[in-house]
């Protein structure tokens, strides 16, 4: 195994970005840059042997520094949508700032996605680890407590992307951090990913009102467009006449997880028959937001000059349930003063 690093460029502040390779001896390759400790690409092989970049993204700063859709982004200080762009805690109410419409979307400015971060590499036997680090200052976005950050990527000989999430905070606040990758297995530059299938491991999930924040009800995917608990065509169901599906343009909705949280576990899978490209989640978070890019707006300045469009990745986003800070049900996103953040969430890449 090997990582390389070069120059990704300078931001507009005049930091200079840095761009991190990381080869293991299957041929997979997989980069990140210390701005915004965001993965540029993920290059794996198919069925035949040929290797292509599955990951939506840029190929220079500029387009991270406008990186709208949040292509391979780091994501908190909470991650997805805070109703009214503000949560009560200890008795006190702290405002956000309201960046879609009345809510709080992933966190606010400073995107978490827009900053830099100090990078450190371990190297293993079988995997090679890159750190990236940075203090959230005490009310950061609007969120209490100076939050201490670490999130670890390593690739494995196994072609595991592996993501630990670790934070400590000195006050009582809110976290919820993620990893907002776009896959398209045919090649980021392949066109949209309806045929591609999907599997979760879930029995409910959380419908919203119209501004896509829960209503705090559990609802059964018996029966309905979102139950993939079987291998299941994207496109089959995407356009069907129901409710949660018409709100969000496609799928854009948090599926509460079967697992106990007490280990890892195998949640969600992407297949692509036509390639034989697979890729399998794993995680110890209770939800997972799965996302087609139905808002995604043409993006012209993509990778290799692509240009990418409506549906054309997908997200598996692991996390709290969305306003989980708000709804008494969920899994709570509060962390307690000098109490851990542990989390882990796997991207296994195979071929069938």
């Not at 018996?222 to 599906?245: H, N, S, V």
């Not at 909705?253 to 036509?274: M, R």
């Amino acid at each position: 195994m090997k990582i390389t690093q070069k120059p990704f460029g300078k931001t507009k502040n005049g930091e200079d970005a840095t761009l991190y390779t990381i080869t293991n001896n299957n041929g997979m390759k997989i980069s990140f840059t210390n701005y915004g400790a965001n993965i540029v690409s993920i290059i794996v092989p198919d069925r035949e042997g040929n290797f292509a970049d599955v990951a939506l993204g840029y190929s220079n700063i500029q387009g991270y520094e406008n990186n709208g859709p949040g292509f391979g982004s780091f994501i908190g200080r909470s991650a997805n949508r805070i109703k009214g762009a503000k949560f009560e805690l200890n008795g006190k109410v702290y405002n956000l700032q309201k960046n879609e419409g009345e809510n709080n979307l992933h966190g606010g400015t400073p995107a978490y996605n827009m900053v830099m971060y100090e990078a450190e590499v371990y190297k293993e036997e079988d995997m090679i680890s890159l750190e990236f680090s940075r203090l959230s200052p005490d009310m950061e976005q609007g969120f209490p407590g100076n939050l201490d950050i670490t999130v670890t990527y390593s690739l494995t000989e196994n072609n595991e992307l592996v993501i630990e999430y670790h934070a400590v905070s000195d006050k009582d606040t809110v976290v919820n951090l993620t990893n907002h990758s776009y896959f398209n297995l045919s090649g980021h530059n392949s066109g949209d990913i309806l045929d591609h299938k999907v599997w979760i491991k879930s029995d409910k999930f959380t419908p919203t009102t119209d501004d896509l924040i829960p209503t705090g009800e559990l609802r059964d995917v018996e029966g309905t467009p979102m139950d993939f608990r079987t291998l299941k065509r994207i496109g089959d169901d995407i356009d069907a006449d129901y409710g949660p599906l018409k709100q969000a343009g496609g799928y854009d909705h948090n599926f509460v997880l079967n697992i106990s949280g007490d280990e890892v576990e195998k949640v969600a899978e992407l297949v692509d028959e036509s390639t034989g490209r697979v890729m399998e989640v794993f995680t110890d978070m209770p939800g997972l937001q799965f996302y087609t890019s139905n808002m995604l707006s043409p993006v012209e300045n993509g990778k290799d000059g692509a240009s990418y469009g409506k549906k054309a990745g997908a997200c598996f986003e692991t996390q709290y349930f969305p306003n989980a800070c708000n709804t008494a049900g969920f899994p709570s996103s509060v962390l307690k003063a000098g109490q851990g953040y542990e989390f882990v969430t796997i991207y296994k890449f195979l071929c069938k």
